[in-house]
C-alpha cells in the first residue's frame, strides 16, 4: 500500500460522514423554499455548531473508550451560569465567559477524576455525575431566566460579511485550538492509547491518566463552549432537564455517525463533526418533506436507523467471520 | 447443617452484592430516623412493589449488560408494551386473554430488531438501541395521533400489578418467580453459560462453536420483552398506559444492575446484586422524594450518593 | 412589512380576544391579502396533550371557513431543543410563511426569533408555553391562576386547614413555578394551618402514582390534594393506598374527572380546570385575525374551562366511555371554537 | 567490556496472587555485554520476574540495584526512564495506533509540544531497520498486522528507546526461523554494544546460539545459574522439570493403514488468499503444515473451521461433501471438528472466567439436557481433563487468566478434547511452552491419533514438524508447494520449500499488510 492509502484509511469514518453530510444537505437546501441562501445556511450552521460542539466533548471521552452521559448536562450547567454571568460591560463579559469555561472543564475533570482515580466505569459514573450537574442547574436557575450581552451572542450567531456564520467559524477555532493541538500531544496519543487497549498502553509507561483526565476536562471545556453558544442562542437559561438528556443521546448519534468508535481508540472530533451537522440535517428534512406531523418522529427514527446501520454494508464485504468481533 | 449453610453463603456471595444490601439497611436507618412510617410495612410493601416494576425491566437491561452491551430503547419499549396490551383489550374477549402476551410479544419485536442490529449487522448496541427508540416512538405517535385506541389496562392487568396474595403484592411475587428463573438460567443453562462467555470474549465463544449472533438475538429479545413486561405492569399499576410512560426507567435501570455489582463490560454480575441494586435505587428515590427536599438537591443527593456507593464496592481492580 | 402599531381596545372579536390586563397593548398589524402561509412549530410530540393540540391543529385549519383562507398549513415538531425549535421558526421565516404559531420550550429562549420575525413582518404567535416577550402575540393560559383556583378550593373545603399534599409538575418549568406560587400563596393568604407535602410528578400519571403513594405511605393521611398533573395516578394511589377520599384541585384529563364523577359521593370533592389543547385553534384564529389586519391583544386571556363538584356531566365534561389519557374541555365558545374530545381524539377504531 | 560488577540485581524477590506463590525469594544479577538467559518449565515465574524489573508489577518483598545503587520501579515509566526496556510475553502494542506511533510511543519527537510526525516517521523507520523489520510499512496499524510482524515491532519499539538493559520474554516465539535469525543479529550486536540483555525462550536452540550465561527457574526460584554451553541440554531440562528427560517425541507408527481419507479438501481457495489446495487426512494420521509463517497456513486451518465466507473447492468428510460455515457447523457430530486457535487469550479462554466454565464451555450441547447443564456430567468430564492433560491450578473456580501460559493453553485443548473430536486442527499449539508441556502435547497427539482421530498440525517450529508428522503440506503464498512423506521430512526440505527455492528466481519481498 502507498502512503495515501493509509492516509485515507486513516480518515475514512470522517470522509464518510463528510459524504452522508453534503448528500443530506444538498437534499435540504434543494428542496428549501427559500433555496442555498446565507440565511438558511446561518440557521443550519447555528443549530449545527451546538451540537457539534457537544458532539466534539463526546469524541475527547470516546476515543479512551469512556463515555460522558453527562455531557448535556454539563451544556444545560454552563448554559444556566453563562445566563447570570455572561453579561454586562466588555470586561465583565469576558471574565463571565471564562467562568463559565472554567466550571465546565471542572465538570469534565470531575467525571475525568472520578473515572481515573476513583476506577469506576464511565457509564455509570457520568449518570451520577450528570444528576449533579442538573441539580446545580437547577439551583442556578429554578425557572428559565436571564440574560446575556445580546451584542456577543448575536455577533456569534450571526454571519461575518454578511456570508459565513460566525458560529462556523468559532467551530474551526475549537477544532483547531483545542481539538488539533491535543490530539497531536503526547497526552492526546495517550488517551487514544488508553481507549485502544489500556494494559499495553500501561505497560509502555504512556501518560495515560494524565492524558484521560486532560481527554475528560477539555471535554468538559468544549461542553461549556456549547452552553455559551447555547446561550448566545437564547439569551437565556433553563434547566431543562429532557433537553439535556437529548443532548447527550445526540452526541452518541453525531459520533457514531462521524466514524468514531464507541470502542475507543479510533475517530476524530472532525469526524464528530460533520456527523453532528448531518444528524441535525435529518431533523431538518422534515421541514422540507410535507409530511403529517404525526409521522415525523417516525421519520426521524427510521432516518436514523438507517444512517447508522449503513455502516454494516461494509460487513458484507467481510470474508473472515472473526472480523465480526474486533 | 444450617448453621453451616449460612456463612458458606456469605462467604460465597460477591462483596458488591453484599456491600449493597447493607447500604439498602444504611438508607432503611436513616428513613428510619427521619421518620418511623419508612419503616412501617405499608411503605415497605408500597416500596417493594414499585420495585417490582423496576426489577423486571432490570432484569432484561442485567442479560444484556451481561453480554457487554447496553438496551436504550428502554422508554418507548416499556410504553410500547404497556399501549399494544391496553390497544389489544379492545377486541372482545380474545383480546382481554391475549392482552399481556401480545404487549410483551411487541416488546420482543423492538428487542428483536435490536439483536439484529447488533448481532447481525454488528452495530454497537448504544446506538441501535438509542435509533429503535426512536422509532417506537414515532410509531406509537402515529398510533395513538390517528384515533384513540383503548388505553385502559385490563382487569388481569391491575391484579398482576396491584393485587396481593397473603399481603404480599402480586408485582413481588411476579420479581421473585422472574428472579429465580433468571438465576436458573444464567446458572445453569448453556444460554446463561454462553451468555457469560460472549460478555467476557466474543470471539473464544464464537470459536467455541457457539452461534453467538442467536444467543445475543435472543439476550436482546428478551430484554425487550422484560421491558414490555415492566410496561404492562406499569399500565397495570397505573390502571391505563400513557405515552412516554417509560422515560423515568432507563438510567435507573441502568444504574440498578451496575449498583448490583454487574460489569458494565460484561460477563460479571449476579442476579442477586441485581435485585440489590433495583432495591436501593428504589428506596433512594421514594426517600429523596418523601423528604421534601426540593428538586435541585435531590438530584445532587442522589448524583452523589451513587457515587459513593460505587466508590465504596464498584472499583475496577487497579491495573497493579 | 411595516411593524404592528400600537392602537387602543377594543379587539375584533373581544369575547374572544379577550385582553390579559387592563394595560395589555393592541396591536394591528397592516392587512394582508390571503390566503396565507402560516406555521405551527411545535417542540416535544410524544405525549397526550400535544398530539391532542396537533390533532386539533389540523382539524381547526381543515374547517372550510378556515381553510379558505389558508394557502397553507404546516406543522413542524422538533423535539425537547429549544436551539431546533428557534431554528424551524427561522426558517419559517426565510421561506416567507406569514404568521407563525408556537409552543415554545422555553418562554425566554425566543428573543433573537422574536427580533427576527418582526423585521421580517411575520406575524408569531405563541400559546401554551408563552413567550417573556411585549412583541410577539400570547395566547396565555392563567397558570398562576391556576394555582389559585385549586388553592381557594382547598381552603374552601377545609376550613380549619389540615394537611395537603400538592403534586407538583416538571421541575424548572415557569408552568410549574407559576402553579405551585399560586397554591402556595392562596394557602398562605387564607390564614389557616395548611401544612403542604410537595412532591414532584413530572405532569406524568405514572410518575405521580408513585410519588403520591410514597408520600401517602410516610406522610400520610392528608386532608386534601391538589395535583397538576398526572391527576389519574394521584387518584389511583389514593385508591390502592385505600387512601380516604379528600377534597382535590386538579387538571382536566378525562380519567380524573370520570375518578371525580364516580367518588363525588365518597368525598372525592373536585374541581377541575386547565388548558386544554384546543387553545392552538384559538392561537391560530388569532394569527388570522392579525393578519387580516383585525385589531387584536398583545396578550390574550383564555378562558378556563372550570368543573367544579357537583357539576360533573357525562358526556359533556367527561366522556365514561373513552380513554382517561386525553384533555378535556376542548370547546372555546366565545371564539366559537367547540370542538368535542371525540372530534379529536374519538374517531374510535370503529369509525376509522 | 566485561569483568566489571553487575549492572542489575533483585535478591529475595518474592510475589504472590492471592494464594499462588510466583515468586518466592528469587535473585538474578546480569552483567553488561551479555545475553542472560532465563529457563524454566512454565509458571516457574520467569515473567513474573521480568515484570518487576519493568516496574510492571510490584514485588512484595525484595531490593533491586541498578549499577550498584538500590532502586524501586513505581511504574513501566519509571523503569523505562532507568534505561530497562521490555519486550514482553504479552504484546504491548496498541492495536489502533500506527507502527511508526507505537515505535516511538514513549518518548515522541515534539516540536512546539506537539509530536513531529515526520521526525516520528524516520525514527520509527531506522528503529524497523535496526530490528530487521524494514518490510514493515510504518503507517500500517498494528492491528492489521500479523502476529510475527507485531513482534518485530516490539522489537523496534524496545531498541527506539535506546535501553541499556533489554529484556525480551518470549519475544521470538511467534516468529519463523528467518525472523529469528534477523532477530539475533541484531541481539548480538546490542550485546557488543554493551548493553545487558534478558531473554526468556523455551526453545533451547536458540538459547544454545545466543546466551552467555543461563540461569534456570523453578517453582519461583532461581535453581541453578552457570555459564552457557557447561550443561548438557539433557541436564538443564532436568534443572527446570525437576525429573528425568528422555526423547522428546513419541514414536511414529511405521505404516498407515489403508484407511479412506476422513477429511479432504479439493480445489479450496478463498479470496486471493489460498489458492486450488486439495489434500486428505486419514484417520490415526497427524499431516503437519510448514512453511514460512503467513503463507495461508492459519486462513486454512479457519477455512476447514467454518471462519471463512466465500470459499470454494469442496471440503468432505468421510467422502460426503460437508458444507462448514460456522465453528458450530464444524463441531457437530457428524463432523466432530475441534481447532485449537492461534491466540489462547483472545481466541481460546475467556481469561476472567473460571477454569471450570472454560473448560466445559465447547462441550455444553453435550453436557446439557434440553438445554440445561448436567451438573455431575459435567464435573466428571472436567476431572477427566484435569487429570488427562495434568492441568496444574489451584483451584477449578479461579480465574483461568492466573495460570500460568503453558496451563492455559492445556485448557484450551482440554475444553476440545473434552468433545472427543474425530478431526482435530492445531494452530500453532505448542507455542511459549515449555518442553515438559511440549513433550505431553506431542504424546496426546500420537494417542489421540492412535485413536483414531485425523489431525491437522500447523506450526513454526521445523523441529516439531519432523518428530511428529507423518506428513508435511509446506504452504508458499496461499498454495501447497511441496508434500513431504515420512523420511522426506527433514529441516532442510521443509526450509527450501518453505523459501520457495528454485533455482533462478529470486522473490522480491512485498511490504507486509493485510
Ligand atoms: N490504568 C492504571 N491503573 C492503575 N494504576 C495506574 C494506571 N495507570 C497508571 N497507574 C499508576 O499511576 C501512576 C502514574 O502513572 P502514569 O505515568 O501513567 O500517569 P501520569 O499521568 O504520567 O501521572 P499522574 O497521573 O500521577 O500525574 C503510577 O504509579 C502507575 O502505577
Ligand atoms: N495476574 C496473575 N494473577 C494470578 N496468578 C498469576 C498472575 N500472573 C502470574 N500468576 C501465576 O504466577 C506463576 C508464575 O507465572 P509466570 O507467568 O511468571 O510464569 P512463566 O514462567 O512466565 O510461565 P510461562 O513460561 O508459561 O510464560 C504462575 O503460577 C501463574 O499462574
Ligand atoms: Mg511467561
Ligand atoms: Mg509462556
Redesign the interface.
Known amino acids: 500500500m502507498k502512503d495515501w492509502q493509509y492516509r485515507l484509511a486513516e480518515h475514512r469514518g470522517t470522509l464518510i460522514a463528510l459524504a452522508i453530510f453534503i448528500v443530506m444537505f444538498a437534499i435540504y437546501t434543494a428542496n428549501h423554499p427559500a433555496g442555498f441562501t446565507a440565511n438558511v445556511v446561518q440557521t443550519a450552521a447555528n443549530k449545527g455548531a451546538l451540537l457539534a460542539f457537544v458532539a466534539i466533548a463526546q469524541t475527547l471521552v470516546v476515543i479512551t473508550a469512556g463515555?460522558d452521559l453527562s455531557v448535556g448536562m454539563i451544556l444545560l450547567l454552563t448554559n444556566c451560569l453563562a445566563s447570570w454571568v455572561v453579561v454586562g460591560s466588555p470586561m465583565e463579559t469576558a471574565f463571565g465567559a471564562v467562568l463559565v469555561l472554567l466550571a465546565g472543564a471542572a465538570c469534565g475533570a470531575l467525571n475525568g477524576a472520578?473515572v481515573i482515580y476513583?476506577?469506576?466505569?464511565p457509564?455509570?459514573?457520568t449518570?451520577?455525575?450528570?444528576?449533579?450537574?442538573?441539580?446545580?442547574a437547577?439551583?442556578l436557575r429554578?425557572f428559565p431566566g436571564g440574560s446575556v450581552n445580546e451584542d456577543l451572542a448575536d455577533a456569534l450567531t450571526g454571519k461575518i460579511f454578511g456570508v459565513v456564520p460566525a458560529s462556523l467559524i468559532v467551530l474551526l477555532a475549537v477544532i483547531l485550538l483545542v481539538w488539533i493541538p491535543f490530539s497531536h500531544s503526547v497526552y492526546g496519543r495517550a488517551a487514544y492509547a488508553a481507549g485502544s487497549s489500556?494494559?499495553a498502553a500501561?505497560i509502555s509507561g504512556m501518560p495515560i491518566r494524565r492524558g484521560k483526565f486532560l481527554a475528560y476536562t477539555l471535554a468538559g471545556l468544549v461542553a461549556a463552549i456549547g452552553g455559551l453558544f447555547l446561550t448566545f442562542f437564547s439569551y437565556t437559561g433553563e434547566a431543562a432537564y429532557a433537553s439535556g438528556n437529548a443532548y447527550t443521546?445526540f452526541s452518541?448519534?453525531a459520533v457514531?455517525l462521524g466514524g468514531v468508535s464507541?470502542?475507543g481508540g479510533k475517530g476524530s472530533a472532525v469526524g464528530a463533526v460533520f456527523g453532528a451537522l448531518a444528524f441535525r440535517t435529518i431533523g431538518d428534512l422534515l421541514f422540507v418533506f410535507d409530511l403529517d406531523p404525526?409521522?415525523?418522529?417516525?421519520?426521524?427514527?427510521?432516518i436514523?436507523?438507517a444512517a447508522?446501520?449503513l455502516?454494516?454494508f461494509a460487513?458484507f464485504r467481510v470474508k473472515n467471520?472473526?472480523e465480526?468481533?474486533? | 447443617m444450617t448453621a453451616n449453610a449460612l456463612p458458606q453463603f456469605i462467604r460465597k456471595a460477591d462483596p458488591a452484592v453484599l456491600t449493597a444490601f447493607g447500604c439498602i439497611i444504611l438508607l432503611l436507618v436513616i428513613g428510619g430516623i427521619y421518620?418511623r412510617?419508612?419503616l412501617?410495612p405499608?411503605?415497605l410493601l408500597?416500596?417493594l412493589k414499585?420495585a417490582s416494576f423496576l426489577g423486571v425491566i432490570a432484569t432484561g437491561m442485567m442479560l444484556v449488560v451481561l453480554l457487554g452491551q447496553?438496551d436504550?430503547s428502554v422508554p418507548w419499549t416499556v410504553t410500547a408494551g404497556a399501549m399494544m396490551a391496553c390497544a389489544v383489550a379492545?377486541y372482545g374477549p380474545v383480546g382481554v386473554a391475549l392482552a399481556i402476551p401480545f404487549g410483551i410479544f411487541c416488546g420482543a419485536l423492538i428487542g428483536a430488531i435490536n439483536g439484529i442490529?447488533v448481532a447481525y449487522?454488528?452495530?454497537?448496541s448504544?446506538?441501535?438501541t438509542?435509533?429503535?427508540?426512536?422509532?417506537?416512538?414515532?410509531?406509537?405517535?402515529?398510533y395513538?395521533?390517528?384515533?384513540?385506541?383503548?388505553?385502559?389496562a385490563t382487569d388481569a392487568m391491575r391484579y398482576l400489578a396491584?393485587g396481593t396474595i397473603l399481603g404480599i403484592p402480586n408485582a413481588a411475587i411476579i420479581w421473585l418467580i422472574l428472579g429465580v428463573a433468571t438465576v436458573f438460567v444464567l446458572g445453569?443453562?448453556?444460554?446463561g453459560?454462553?451468555v457469560?462467555?460472549i460478555g467476557?470474549?466474543?470471539?473464544?465463544?464464537?470459536?467455541?462453536?457457539?452461534?453467538?449472533r442467536r444467543i445475543v438475538m435472543i439476550a436482546f429479545a428478551a430484554s425487550g420483552a422484560l421491558s414490555a413486561f415492566g410496561g404492562v405492569l406499569?399500565a397495570g399499576?397505573?390502571?391505563?398506559a400513557?405515552?412516554?410512560?417509560g422515560?423515568?426507567y432507563l438510567?435507573p435501570a441502568?444504574?440498578a444492575v451496575?449498583?448490583g455489582g454487574t460489569?458494565?463490560?460484561g460477563?460479571?454480575g449476579s442476579y442477586m446484586g441485581t435485585v440489590a441494586g433495583v432495591i436501593l435505587i428504589t428506596l433512594l428515590q421514594?426517600i429523596l422524594?418523601?423528604m421534601?427536599m426540593?428538586?435541585?438537591?435531590?438530584?445532587?443527593?442522589?448524583?452523589?450518593l451513587?457515587?459513593l456507593m460505587?466508590?465504596l464496592y464498584?472499583?475496577?481492580?487497579?491495573?497493579? | 412589512y411595516a411593524e404592528p402599531e400600537v392602537v387602543s381596545g377594543p379587539a375584533a372579536e373581544p369575547d374572544c380576544f379577550a385582553p390579559w390586563s387592563a394595560d395589555t397593548k393592541f396591536f394591528k398589524f397592516p392587512k394582508k391579502d390571503g390566503p396565507y402561509r402560516i406555521a405551527l412549530a411545535n417542540g416535544y410530540?410524544?405525549?397526550?396533550w400535544r398530539?391532542q393540540m396537533?390533532?386539533t391543529a389540523k382539524a381547526y385549519a381543515a374547517q372550510p371557513d378556515v381553510a379558505a383562507k389558508l394557502k397553507e398549513f404546516k406543522v413542524v415538531s422538533t423535539g425537547e431543543d429549544v436551539p431546533a425549535q428557534i431554528s424551524a421558526i427561522n426558517n419559517f421565516i426565510d421561506s416567507g410563511y406569514d404568521a407563525i404559531v408556537v409552543n415554545a420550550q422555553n418562554p425566554t429562549a425566543f428573543a433573537p426569533v422574536i427580533k427576527r420575525a418582526k423585521e421580517a413582518g411575520v406575524v408569531l404567535v405563541a400559546f401554551d408555553n408563552t413567550l417573556d416577550t411585549q412583541d410577539a402575540i400570547n395566547v396565555n393560559v392563567d397558570q398562576k391562576g391556576l394555582g389559585v383556583l385549586w388553592g381557594d378550593w382547598l381552603v374552601k373545603h377545609l376550613p380549619n386547614g389540615g394537611k395537603v399534599l400538592e403534586v407538583r409538575g416538571v421541575?424548572?418549568t415557569s408552568v410549574d413555578t407559576d402553579r405551585h406560587n399560586g397554591i402556595h400563596e392562596t394557602l398562605q393568604a387564607s390564614g389557616k394551618d395548611f401544612k403542604v407535602?410537595?412532591?414532584?410528578g413530572?405532569w406524568?400519571?405514572?410518575?405521580a402514582?408513585?410519588?403520591a403513594?410514597?408520600?401517602i405511605?410516610?406522610?400520610g393521611p392528608f386532608d386534601g390534594i391538589t395535583a397538576q398533573g398526572g391527576d389519574?395516578?394521584v387518584v389511583?394511589a389514593m385508591i390502592?393506598?385505600k387512601h380516604p377520599f379528600v377534597p382535590f384541585g386538579g387538571e382536566t384529563e378525562n380519567?380524573f374527572r370520570k375518578f371525580c364523577a364516580k367518588f363525588s359521593g365518597e368525598g372525592l370533592k373536585c374541581t377541575s380546570a386547565g388548558t386544554g389543547p384546543a387553545q392552538v385553534a384559538v392561537a391560530i384564529k388569532t394569527a388570522i385575525a392579525a393578519l387580516e389586519g383585525n385589531v387584536v391583544p398583545q396578550s390574550v386571556k383564555l378562558p378556563l374551562a372550570i368543573v367544579s363538584d357537583p357539576d360533573f356531566k357525562d358526556g359533556q365534561d367527561y366522556f365514561s366511555g373513552?380513554?382517561?389519557?386525553?384533555f378535556v374541555g376542548n370547546s372555546f365558545p366565545t371564539c366559537g371554537i367547540n370542538f368535542t374530545a371525540q372530534e379529536i381524539?374519538?374517531?374510535?377504531?370503529e369509525n376509522? | 567490556m566485561e569483568g566489571a560488577g553487575p549492572l542489575f540485581q533483585m535478591e529475595g524477590i518474592s510475589k504472590s496472587y492471592g494464594g499462588v506463590r510466583a515468586l518466592q525469594d528469587a535473585s538474578l544479577s546480569i552483567r553488561a555485554g551479555t545475553i542472560h538467559a532465563i529457563l524454566g518449565e512454565n509458571g516457574a515465574g520467569k515473567s513474573t520476574l521480568i515484570k518487576v524489573m519493568a516496574g510492571?508489577?510490584?514485588p512484595d518483598q525484595g531490593q533491586m540495584m541498578l549499577g550498584g545503587n538500590p532502586v524501586q520501579f513505581a511504574?513501566p515509566a519509571a523503569a523505562m526512564e532507568a534505561g530497562i526496556a521490555c519486550v514482553v510475553q504479552e504484546l504491548s502494542l496498541i492495536p489502533e495506533l500506527s507502527v511508526a506511533d507505537n515505535v516511538v510511543i514513549s518518548n515522541p519527537p515534539q516540536r512546539f509540544g506537539l509530536i513531529d510526525r515526520t521526525a516520528q516517521r524516520r525514527i520509527a523507520e531506522q528503529s524497523l531497520l535496526r530490528a530487521g523489520a524494514g518490510d514493515v510499512h510504518p503507517m500500517a496499524l498494528v492491528k492489521d498486522l500479523p502476529l510475527s510482524r507485531r513482534q518485530m515491532v516490539e522489537i523496534a519499539k524496545a531498541l527506539t528507546r535506546k535501553p541499556r538493559i533489554l529484556i525480551l520474554d518470549e519475544a521470538t516465539s511467534a516468529l519463523t526461523a528467518s525472523d529469528v535469525s534477523k532477530v539475533f543479529e541484531v541481539l548480538k550486536r546490542l550485546r557488543s554494544e554493551g548493553l545487558a540483555l534478558l531473554y526468556i525462550s523455551h526453545r533451547m536452540n536458540e538459547i544454545a546460539e545466543l546466551a552467555d550465561e543461563c540461569t534456570v527457574f523453578r517453582n519461583g526460584r532461581n535453581v541453578a545459574s552457570f555459564p552457557a554451553g557447561t550443561k548438557s541440554d539433557g541436564e538443564v531440562v532436568q534443572l527446570m522439570i525437576g525429573r528425568e528427560y528422555q526423547n522428546v517425541y513419541p514414536e511414529k507408527p511405521t505404516a498407515q493403514a489403508d484407511a479412506k481419507p476422513l477429511l479432504e479438501v479439493q480445489n479450496l481457495s478463498w479470496a486471493n488468499r489460498l489458492h486450488d489446495i486439495s489434500f486428505g487426512v486419514k484417520p490415526g494420521e497427524i499431516l503437519g503444515l510448514g512453511g514460512l509463517d503467513g503463507q495461508g497456513q492459519r486462513e486454512l486451518l479457519l477455512a476447514l473451521?467454518g471462519?471463512l465466507r466465500g470459499l470454494e473447492g469442496e471440503v468432505k468428510i468421510e467422502g460426503k461433501a460437508t458444507k462448514l460455515d460456522?465453528?458450530?457447523s464444524?463441531?457437530k457430530k457428524n463432523v466432530g471438528m475441534a481447532?485449537i486457535?492461534e491466540d489462547r487469550k483472545?481466541?481460546?479462554?475467556?481469561?476472567?472466567?473460571s477454569v471450570r466454565?472454560n473448560l466445559?464451555?465447547?462441550s455444553?450441547?453435550m453436557?446439557?439436557v434440553r438445554?440445561?447443564?448436567d451438573?455431575t456430567k459435567e464435573a466428571q468430564s472436567i476431572d477427566e481433563m484435569v487429570k488427562l492433560l495434568a492441568i496444574k491450578t489451584g483451584a477449578l473456580d479461579s480465574p483461568v487468566s492466573s495460570l500460568s501460559g503453558g496451563n492455559q493453553q492445556k485448557v484450551v485443548i482440554a475444553?476440545w478434547l473434552m468433545r472427543h473430536p474425530r478431526i482435530i486442527l492445531l494452530n500453532d499449539p505448542t507455542r511459549g511452552i515449555d518442553v515438559g508441556t511440549k513433550q505431553e502435547i506431542y504424546l496426546l497427539m500420537r494417542r489421540l491419533a492412535d485413536q483414531g482421530a485425523a489431525i491437522v498440525f500447523y506450526s513454526t517450529d521445523y523441529a516439531e514438524l519432523i518428530g511428529c508428522c507423518d506428513r508435511v503440506l509446506v504452504m508458499y503464498n496461499g498454495a501447497v508447494e511441496t508434500e513431504l512423506l515420512g523420511d522426506e521430512i527433514t529441516e532442510h526440505a521443509l526450509i527450501s520449500s518453505a523459501l520457495h527455492i528454485r533455482p533462478k528466481e529470486n522473490q522480491p519481498r512485498e511490504r507486509v499488510s493485510r
Open positions: 463515555i472520578i476513583g476506577r469506576l466505569q457509564i455509570v459514573a449518570i451520577a455525575t450528570g444528576a449533579v450537574f442538573y441539580g446545580v437547577l439551583l429554578p489500556e494494559p500501561y443521546l452518541i448519534a457514531v464507541l470502542f404525526l409521522w415525523q418522529p417516525l421519520f426521524q427514527g427510521l436514523l436507523l447508522v446501520s455502516g454494516a460487513l467471520r472473526l465480526w468481533f474486533l | 421518620s412510617s419508612f412501617s405499608e411503605y408500597q416500596q414499585v447496553i436504550l379492545a442490529g449487522l454488528r452495530i454497537p448504544m446506538i441501535v438509542l435509533a429503535t427508540n426512536a422509532v417506537a416512538q414515532g410509531i406509537m405517535v402515529i395513538t395521533g390517528g384515533f384513540s385506541p383503548q388505553d385502559s396491584t445453569r443453562t448453556s444460554f453459560r454462553s457469560y462467555g467476557n470474549r466474543e470471539r473464544a465463544a464464537y470459536l467455541s462453536g457457539i452461534n453467538t406499569l399499576y397505573a390502571s391505563k400513557a405515552q412516554s410512560m422515560d423515568a438510567l441502568i444504574a451496575v449498583l460489569s458494565i463490560l460477563g460479571r421514594s422524594s418523601v421534601q426540593p428538586e435541585a438537591g435531590r438530584q445532587i443527593t442522589y448524583g452523589l451513587i457515587i460505587l466508590l464498584g472499583r475496577s481492580p487497579a491495573i497493579r | 410530540i410524544a405525549n397526550t398530539i396537533v390533532q421541575a424548572g407535602t410537595e412532591v414532584m413530572k406524568d400519571d405514572g410518575v402514582q408513585k410519588v403513594a410514597d408520600a405511605a410516610t406522610n389519574t395516578g389511583q390502592d393506598a380519567g373513552e380513554s382517561d389519557n386525553f381524539m374519538g374517531q374510535s377504531k376509522q | 510492571v508489577v510490584s511504574s473451521f471462519v460456522s465453528p458450530a464444524a463441531r481447532l486457535p483472545t481466541e481460546g479462554l475467556m481469561l476472567p472466567m466454565d466445559s464451555f465447547a455444553l450441547d453436557l446439557t438445554g440445561i447443564v451438573k475444553k
